[in-house]
């Protein structure tokens, strides 16, 4: 069974910092964390940073220069360190995976709140 488990959100000043993780249990062999996503009261869901299987990464323009997606491949775990964080930056943040030996398996974490206040 594939879990996805979130951790390290909380409530911080504008500025300040946050490094979320994001941990995989299930068959490792098969399932890879690829990205964090966050949506806010009101709005869709929306990518904030990817990552491939090769370490590739990818950032919404709103992340470019604030947010570091990285990968633990010994512990399965991604995380994303998020710095210069603004209010807007406010949102409940999910990480993704997919699954290479089930087609079309694609599954999500329970999500961890971050609030930024001004």
């Known amino acids: 069974q594939v879990e996805l488990v979130e951790s390290g959100g909380g409530l911080v000043q504008a500025g300040g910092s946050l490094r979320l993780s994001c941990a995989a249990s299930g068959d490792t062999n098969c399932i890879s964390v690829r990205g964090w996503y966050r949506q806010a009261p009101g709005q869709e869901r929306e990518l904030v940073a990817g990552?491939?299987?090769?370490?590739?990464?990818h950032y919404a323009d709103s992340a470019k220069g604030r947010f570091t997606i990285s990968r633990d491949n010994a512990e399965n775990t991604v995380y994303l360190q998020m710095n210069s964080l603004k209010p807007e930056d406010t949102a409940v943040y999910y990480c993704?995976?997919?699954?290479?030996?089930?087609?079309?398996?694609?599954?999500w974490g329970q999500g961890t709140q971050v609030t930024v206040s001004s």
């Open positions: 993704d995976a997919d699954d290479i030996c089930v087609v079309g398996a694609d599954y």
């Open positions: 990552i491939t299987r090769g370490g590739s990464t």
